[in-house]
């Protein structure tokens, strides 16, 4: 039977291929974690693809054989951090709440995940009008994960206008890029362990973008 | 008396010296106003050393004796466009308003001065926080006027809560950043001409500011 024992072959090689796969996926993310360690630890700039080889027990040529270079690294861990920051958007557009309190949720899950993602999110944030002009896959990636993370906060900022919860004679749109305003802006000035910690920053400005900073 | 006819020639050469040193300031100065005209009209990135000279009605040559190249030309128009929000900045702190109106008044002008100086202002906003990093007198006299200008908005906040006119329970620091955020982050999506004018977009954000975009 060739043609039998020919597929098993080919089976065989294809399973083994697929594990070797496998764990060459499996590699390559224990690396980027690692890199997201060092990044937090020495900042962007300081780090070296040598302190993620040293992180991560092995030299740079093995680590070189999973990831072309740090700025891979850290567009891995971009990428991840938006996949799960739209999970949670996702999350809390599905909430029984109305849209002001779904609004105060997606502050603090903002400004948490960039604390918990410190620094990466922030040097990702330090490129990102330029990104909004890249090719590449990546950069199509990131554009339309943002694009899907604004439609949420439009449906959450919708919703609150019908459950009566928000203001109907402001411009969503406008709603929305004040909330990434004062969200995003936080790249210039936040530093882990600073005089402000991420819970107060959040209730902060949830406080001012919910009510403002005018007294009733 | 040759010693008065040695002052007479220096206080000459002087003079000829001022006046030099007067009219290539003064040229310098022509040739970074059209600066601001080509790079408003054909972008930044687009526009090169040949458009600021044809808009000078001079060559290139004579353009580098006065400006080393368009990133010199940026920087100055910036340190000037810094400048005159700064002086309406100390403008609206001295009016006869409460805080609350302050705040206003100084959303409005921030954003009619992004519009009126676009692109030069969000260009140099993309590289804000690499700017934080550097030395070099330009740097620094940006970084100086940046922290006047935060001063200004907290001694507004502090006014504001002493008048009655603003919440007393929100720190001062963390107002003054949601409002440069929501005010800077305008970098990255305002296009001059778009859906939403200057004056629209000052009285959103100053009506989200002050008072929130919940239903009352």
Redo the contacts between chains.
Sequence with gaps: MPDASGIARRRTAAQLNATRESQYRQRRAEIIQVAAEVFREKGFDGATMNDIAKGVGSDRASVYYYVKNKEECLEEIVRDVLRANLAGAQRVLLQEANG?EK?AALVEDMISSYDRNFPHMYVFL?D???L?RQRGRWAQDIMAMTRRFEAIVSEI?VS?QAD????E???V???A??L??????????YQPGG??DPA??AR??S??????????
Tied chains: 1, 2.
């Design positions: 002001a609004i330090e990102f009008p330029r909004t900022l609150g009566g919860s928000l203001r004679d402001l411009p749109r406008l709603s890029l004040a990434f305003g004062m969200v995003n802006w936080t790249y210039c000035w005089r402000y107060l920053i902060a400005f406080a001012i973008l919910l009510d403002g900073v005018a007294h009733r």
